[in-house]
C-alpha cells in the first residue's frame, strides 16, 4: 500500500504563485509514475503534469510553461511549482502514483486564485 498526502494549497491572487508538494509513504517501487490532477465540483478530473521515475515531464496545454513538475525520489517527495496563477486553475489538486500493483490517490489540496 501507498499513502499520499498533499500540502501547500490555499488562497493566492491571481498572478502569484504556489507550490504544492505529495509525500508519499509505504511500499513505493522505484519505478513508477507520478501527477498532478485537479477537478472541481461537477467536472471530470483532469491531469495538470506528469512525471516518469526517470523524469520525463508532460503537461496539460493549459498549463505549459506556467507549472513545473518535479521529484525527489530519495526523499519520495513530487512537487508542482505554479506560476502565473489564473483564477482557472481554482481546483482541488491531487497527487497521483502508478505502479505495478496499483494506482493511489491523495485526499487532495484546495487551491483558490482571486481575481
Known amino acids: 500500500q501507498v499513502q499520499l498526502v498533499e500540502s501547500g494549497g490555499g488562497l493566492v491572487q491571481a498572478g502569484g504563485s504556489l507550490r504544492l508538494s505529495c509525500a508519499a509513504s509505504?511500499?513505493?517501487?522505484?519505478?513508477?509514475?507520478m501527477a498532478w490532477y485537479r477537478q472541481n465540483p461537477g467536472e471530470q478530473r483532469e491531469l495538470v503534469a506528469s512525471?516518469?521515475?526517470?523524469?520525463?515531464?508532460n503537461y496539460a496545454d493549459s498549463v505549459q510553461g506556467r507549472f513545473t513538475i518535479s521529484r525527489e525520489n530519495a526523499r519520495g517527495t513530487l512537487y508542482l511549482q505554479m506560476n502565473s496563477l489564473k483564477s482557472e486553475d481554482t481546483a482541488v489538486y491531487y497527487c497521483?502514483?502508478?505502479?505495478?500493483?496499483?494506482?493511489?490517490w491523495g485526499k487532495g489540496t484546495l487551491v483558490t486564485v482571486s481575481s
Open positions: 509505504g511500499s513505493i517501487s522505484s519505478f513508477n509514475d
Open positions: 497521483n502514483l502508478k505502479q505495478w500493483d496499483g494506482n493511489y
Open positions: 512525471i516518469t521515475s526517470r523524469g520525463r515531464t
